[in-house]
């Protein structure tokens, strides 16, 4: 193939009039392959772990070093947008806010992890602009990002260099089936459906306990996903198909009761609709079917949704027609009976994988395993080292007057520091920890306190250590976690299933 001079910039010590001859076949094939790389990586897919896509990630725990949490006040999400952009990701802020928005959507999110205050649209309009709209942490998220500081997980560069960012959350919960994910790469995409908290965690617990369980035992727990918008899941055999293989699909109908809505008139109430559609895409493609003549018998569609009464749409039918026919229609013709595709793909270990439910729940478990042994090491070597320093100061403290006499007569802190080792047997690290400490402070303490302090230290020890003993000790921790998590935050079943 012919070869097309490009100009390149010239290294270091070079000709700079030196023009390299390259492939421009071969160039465009690396550009476009370090292209895709970054858009699977770096932005589209979700991690199996935490089930957050890096602008995700970045957001919660910028937010969350920013001290937005729960019991703080709302700040103006620009400001967090700025920040995050700023110091985390590269990318433009419109990116950065709309994923703020969706985390802070409850019909986007079975389990809303942004607290936003103001606007933040509704399934058929946008949300207001982020100079006018606040946000802080959900009690949820707080779930996700704690621990961050405890060495649970590994932190690398952000794009510059110049901070730290954590690879993943801690995550206590296994957000990706909970929250669900959509994201579009190249080459491939992933689309999840939302998930009941309680239901997840009672699959997982059970997974903990018997690691040999099928999906028929699995889906007795997880029967399907459950949309935050309700719904009906109908046609459900691709249900047990995405469960298997990571691929599959189902069909989700909006609720609609048939009932009196005037003194004469029999009517269709539609209160729920299926998962992203919204009550003003269902009246209009009603109106123009009902102009065109393809449903008859509808004299009337009133939208009544709001934000305060949820999603109400009264269908007004003539006298002479059967409801359930024109019902039946309406579920043929409109959005009001939609198909979900679930295509489960997400990273594990950095490649992108298509996972079914156990798989699914098998990455989180063993992330939470990992999480949990390294923060009880963190805590382990915590206590250990401020159980060395209490010790030492119930030494030093038995001769409180020896001590400050040794310090007054050294003639430096070096000379002080050996003084103390000899005189009291102390370790390096105790007798600098006296010396650092204000006089005041070390004649005021109190050896009874000093004792209940190291009384408890051991006592935490211990069980940090029973808890490192083994790796049923721990899964039973993670397990217990999980229990809690469930009665924190799981709420019942929105979507239903059919008979």
């Known amino acids: 193939m012919a070869k097309t001079p490009k100009a390149v910039l010239p290294k270091p010590g070079e000709n700079p009039g030196r023009i390299v001859d390259i492939d421009v076949s071969q160039e465009?094939?690396?550009?476009?392959?370090?292209?895709?790389?970054?858009?699977?990586?770096?932005?589209?897919?979700?991690?199996a772990r935490d089930g957050l896509k890096p602008v995700q990630r970045r957001i919660l725990h910028q937010m969350s070093d920013m001290g937005l949490r729960p019991d703080r006040g709302h700040v103006k999400c620009a400001r967090v947008v700025g920040e995050v952009m700023g110091k985390l990701h590269p990318h433009g802020d419109g990116a950065i806010y709309d994923a703020m928005v969706r985390m802070a959507q409850p019909f986007s999110m079975r389990l809303p992890l942004i607290d936003g205050h103001g606007n933040f649209?509704?399934?058929?309009a946008g949300p207001a602009a982020m100079r006018y709209t606040e946000s802080r942490l959900a009690t949820p998220a707080m779930a996700m990002v704690d621990e961050s500081d405890e060495n649970t997980v590994d932190f690398g560069g952000n794009y510059d260099g110049q901070l730290l960012e954590p690879l993943v959350l801690p995550a206590a919960f296994p957000n990706l089936l909970v929250n669900g994910a959509t994201g579009i790469a190249v080459?491939?995409?992933?689309?999840?459906?939302?998930?009941?908290?309680?239901?997840?965690?009672?699959?997982?617990?059970?997974?903990i306990e018997n690691p040999k369980a099928t999906l028929k035992q699995l889906m007795k727990f997880v029967p399907g996903p459950d949309f935050p918008t309700g719904g009906e899941l109908v046609a459900t055999d691709g249900i047990a198909e995405?469960?298997?293989?990571?691929?599959?699909?189902?069909?989700?109908?909006?609720?609609?009761?048939?009932?009196?809505?005037?003194?004469?008139?029999?009517?269709?109430?539609i209160t729920e609709f299926p998962y992203n559609?919204?009550?003003e895409k269902v009246v209009e493609k009603i109106a123009d079917l009902v102009k065109a003549k393809k449903i008859q018998g509808i004299s009337d569609i009133i939208?009544?949704?709001?934000?305060?009464?949820?999603?109400?749409?009264?269908?007004?039918?003539?006298?002479?027609?059967?409801p359930e026919d024109i019902l039946a229609n309406l579920y043929k013709l409109t959005p009001m009976e939609d198909q979900f595709s679930i295509n489960a793909v997400a990273l594990v270990n950095g490649k992108p994988l298509t996972l079914g439910l156990k798989e699914l729940l098998q990455v989180f478990i063993d992330h939470r395993i990992e999480v949990v042994r390294r923060r009880s090491e963190f805590r382990l070597g915590k206590a250990q080292a401020r159980l060395n320093l209490v010790d030492g100061l119930l030494k030093a403290i038995i001769d409180i007057d020896k001590v400050i006499k040794i310090i007054r007569a050294s003639e430096d802190a070096a000379a002080a520091k050996d003084a103390l080792i000899k005189g009291f047997k102390l370790s390096d690290e105790q007798a600098?920890?006296?010396?650092?400490?204000?006089?005041?402070?070390?004649?005021?303490?109190?050896?009874?306190?000093?004792?209940?302090?190291?009384?408890?230290?051991?006592?935490t020890i211990a069980a940090l250590k029973k808890l490192l003993s083994s790796d049923e000790t721990i899964k039973a921790q993670v397990a217990e976690e999980l229990t809690e998590v469930g009665k924190n935050f799981a709420t019942p079943r929105r979507t239903r299933l059919s008979a």
Do not use: C, W
Not at 452 to 457: G, I, P, R, T, V
């Open 303 to 322: 939208d009544l949704s709001d934000g305060q009464q949820g999603t109400k749409v009264v269908v007004e039918i003539k006298n002479g027609y059967e």
């Open 432 to 459: 600098t920890y006296i010396l650092d400490m204000p006089l005041r402070r070390l004649t005021k303490m109190s050896k009874l306190e000093l004792e209940s302090e190291q009384a408890e230290l051991k006592k």
């Open 121 to 124: 649209g509704s399934l058929d």
């Open 187 to 207: 080459g491939m995409a992933t689309n999840m459906a939302p998930h009941n908290l309680g239901e997840v965690i009672a699959a997982t617990k059970h997974l």
């Open 242 to 269: 995405a469960y298997a293989s990571g691929r599959g699909s189902f069909k989700v109908r909006a609720t609609a009761v048939i009932e009196k809505v005037t003194a004469r008139k029999m009517g269709i109430v």
């Open 277 to 279: 559609i919204g009550p």
């Open 28 to 47: 465009m094939s690396e550009s476009f392959l370090e292209y895709a790389y970054s858009v699977i990586y770096s932005r589209a897919l979700p991690d």
